[in-house]
Structures are given as structure tokens and as C-alpha cells.
């Protein structure tokens, strides 16, 4: 990147010294962020965005704006040297440009429950190199979360920010509503440790793995508690806009494998949600697992493949390492009245 980058210059100029073909998928995402932006910012005057209009692949069922986005994405992505894009809302690969360079994964809209009450959606992008030989097949995606060239995610909440890296560390943009255009605001991203905040669906805690049930349980309790330091939790339901409170502010999300039907490998998908939000995170010098696993080294077999979450402060996802690997957790033992040393301080 650039050695000596300006704040409020345009998101183009920044990308200006990095990989010419990289910066074009870049901007072409910031450009389709743009008119999903606008379309949100016009909420129920734009018609019934969040109205169920289909279920994809996973079963999910597919909102009016999840399509809009998944569309718009495909349509700036055509003339940015990609060959083909990968969508949570498609079953298969969408071919783009038979000679273009690189693949995109793609979670169009995260957090597409929040559509309707007027919460933040984000959406989500990975790049990845083309295959050399002609063509494209689902396998040609299925390259471990180390081998991307660039990543990011786009938070449609009070204002617009694109968070994004192409290897060389991780950066933010913010939409300027006046000019529709992306300008820089924050450089060289690091987040933050100290912070006492965990993100998880407490509604799932009845089928919670063990180790996950006692990190969450020492955090509840507080100062009385073995982490003796009271704790807040922060839940906005899409993954996405998560990641980017956890960029600002430090912390843990937390999205474990579960004893639910389907979810014994989690819900978040590795190609377009766990790997793209993995290097954005590492680049910001935090780290990213499974539980126990770095996210960027874990293969997978298919498009939609699922796998646990685990991401944020390097001193919070280490110390959710600690509870997996020592076996300290007697799922029989009274969280709330309970005292032990498990990790004390």
C-alpha cells in the first residue's frame, strides 16, 4: 500500500499502489455497495425489501434485498477482471468473464433479519486467483482462506463504511453521502485488546459445546467470577456488522458449533463469511478460529461448507483456545453460583 496515505482521499487514489487487478474487484464492490446504500437509505419507500421472495440453497429463505444486492454485486463485478462469483444466493458459480483473473465469494446481505427494523446490514466479499487453465468449476473455489488476495465487508448502518485489505494490512472507507463516493477515514486498523465484550446468541446456549458454555459463564459472572471483571454482551445479528464493532472496539464473537440438527459444523459458511472476515481480522492483528483451529488454514469440500466461528482480540480468541484444549468445564457444575480458577485473571 501506499507508504504515506491521506485521510479523505478517495478509496481509488488509496488503492492506487496496490496490485492494479486486485484494486479493480475493489473498487467495483465499493461501486456496488453504493447503490445497495441507497436503496436501503429509502427503507419502506422503497417497496417491501425485506418481504421473502425465495430460500436458497441452505434453506435460508432469500429477502427481496438480498436479491437486489446479490444482482448489483454481479453487475459492477462483470467489467473488474472476474471470472466468476460465488454467492450464499446461488447454488452454483456464476461464469462473468471466461478471461478474467480472479474469483469473488460473495455474502450479498448479512443479517438480512434486520431489514425491517431498521438495524444494520453489512455484506461480505473474499477474492481469490482464477484457476490458469480455462474455465471454472465449484472446486476452483475451494482454496483455504490463506490463499486470498483480498477481503472485506461494507456495514450499511448510520453511515457506510467499507473495511477492507489486500494483504498489506487492513483500512477503512467511509461513503460520503454528498458525493457518493468512498473517501479513506481510518488506516492500518488494529484491534483492540482489553475489551471486556463478547458477541453470541445467548438463545443457543442450551446446545452450546461445553468449553463455549464455561467461557460464557465465567464472563457472566463478573467481578465474583474466575475473569473477576464485569463483561458486556453485544448481539446485532449479522455477523458482519459484528466484525466491524470488534474492529472498533476489541472483543470476542462467538458463533460455536452446536447439538442442533445441522449445526454440528456452526452456521457460518467458510468460503464468503469465515475467510473473508478471518484476513481482515488477522491483517488488523487479531485472530480468527474455529474454537481451537486457525479459520485461514482449515479446508473444506464444498461452496456452501459450514464451519465454527471464533474471532477478535487475539488475547480473547486465545484464551477460547485455552477452554477447548484444558478440559476445564463440568457442564453439570452451577454456572451462576459456582467459583473455580480456570484461567484466573
Not at 453511515?159 to 494490512?169: D, E, I, M, R
Not at 449479522?238 to 462467538?254: C, E, H, K, T, W
Not at 486457525?294 to 474471532?311: G, K, S, Y
Amino acid at each position: 500500500m501506499q507508504t504515506e496515505p491521506s485521510l479523505g482521499g478517495d478509496l481509488e487514489d488509496f488503492l492506487a499502489a496496490a496490485p492494479a487487478e486486485v484494486a479493480r474487484v475493489v473498487v467495483a464492490v465499493a461501486s456496488a455497495a453504493t447503490a445497495i446504500a441507497a436503496l436501503i437509505r429509502q427503507g419502506p419507500l422503497a417497496g417491501a425489501l425485506g418481504a421473502a421472495v425465495g430460500v436458497n440453497s441452505d434453506g435460508d429463505v432469500q429477502k427481496a434485498l438480498d436479491l437486489f444486492a446479490d444482482k448489483t454485486f454481479e453487475e459492477a463485478l462483470r467489467g473488474a477482471g472476474v471470472r466468476a462469483l460465488a454467492s450464499e444466493e446461488r447454488d452454483d458459480v456464476a461464469l462473468l468473464d471466461p478471461g478474467g483473473e480472479f474469483l469473488v465469494a460473495l455474502d450479498p446481505l448479512d443479517g438480512s433479519s434486520n431489514i425491517d427494523v431498521n438495524v444494520a446490514v453489512a455484506s461480505i466479499f473474499g477474492v481469490l486467483d482464477a484457476p490458469a487453465a480455462a474455465g471454472v468449476r465449484q472446486a476452483d473455489f475451494l482454496q483455504p482462506g490463506r490463499a486470498l488476495r483480498a477481503a472485506g465487508l461494507v456495514v450499511y448502518g448510520p453511515h457506510v463504511s467499507l473495511l477492507f485489505t489486500v494483504g498489506a494490512g487492513a483500512h477503512e472507507a467511509t461513503l460520503d453521502p454528498q458525493t457518493g463516493r468512498f473517501r479513506m477515514t481510518r488506516l492500518n486498523l488494529f484491534v483492540p485488546e482489553g475489551r471486556a465484550e463478547f458477541a453470541i446468541n445467548a438463545s443457543n446456549a442450551r446446545h452450546w459445546p461445553a468449553p463455549i458454555r464455561a467461557y460464557i459463564d465465567d464472563c457472566l459472572m463478573g467481578e465474583t467470577g474466575p475473569r473477576q471483571h464485569d463483561f458486556n454482551m453485544r448481539w446485532i445479528a449479522s455477523m458482519a456488522a459484528d466484525a466491524y464493532r470488534v474492529m472498533q472496539r476489541g472483543g470476542v464473537y462467538l458463533y460455536p458449533a452446536d447439538a442442533r440438527a445441522g449445526f454440528a459444523n456452526g452456521r457460518l459458511h467458510c468460503l464468503y463469511e469465515a475467510n473473508p472476515i478471518a484476513m481482515l481480522i488477522e491483517q488488523a492483528g487479531g485472530l480468527a478460529t474455529d474454537g481451537v483451529n486457525r479459520i485461514l488454514d482449515l479446508p473444506f469440500e464444498n461452496l456452501h461448507a459450514r464451519t465454527p466461528l471464533v474471532f477478535g482480540s487475539t488475547d480473547k480468541v486465545e484464551r477460547v483456545k485455552r477452554y477447548f484444549l484444558r478440559g476445564d468445564h463440568n457442564a453439570e457444575r452451577s454456572p451462576l453460583f459456582g467459583r473455580r480458577g480456570l484461567l484466573r485473571g
